[in-house]
């Protein structure tokens, strides 16, 4: 069964960077396309950032776009976000997935910016 283990959240102080990780049991990791997405208490689950499967092309929401990396280790089998200039409205649990027959989510991993 593909699986996804997101890990590397925390606390962190506005302005402040993290990265995050994100593990996968997935056949052929290279070939798939994979986003990160967040969802906050009380909002729905939103897209966040999308990587090819070489990693060639990216994609990133608009409040994210300049402040977050998504990038790929495919010998590893793991995509990471690189958050930096965090707002305390990026505070939410973070999930990966493919973007393509998305897999059961995972646990997630819980990102809180405060002071």
């Known amino acids: 069964q593909v699986q996804f283990v997101e890990s590397g959240g925390g606390l962190v102080q506005p302005g402040g960077s993290l990265r995050l990780s994100c593990a996968g049991s997935?056949?052929?990791?290279?070939?798939?396309?994979m986003n990160w997405y967040r969802q906050a208490p009380g909002k729905e689950r939103e897209f966040v950032a999308s990587?090819?499967?070489?990693?060639?092309?990216?994609n990133y929401a608009t409040s994210v776009k300049d402040r977050f990396t998504i990038s790929r280790d495919n010998g590893k089998r793991t995509v990471y976000l690189q958050m930096s200039s965090l707002k305390p409205e990026d505070s939410a649990v973070y999930y990966c997935n493919r973007a393509n027959s998305p897999a059961p989510w995972g646990q997630g991993t819980q990102v809180t910016v405060s002071s």
């Open positions: 990587i090819s499967g070489a990693g060639g092309y990216t």
């Open positions: 997935v056949f052929s990791f290279s070939a798939v396309v």
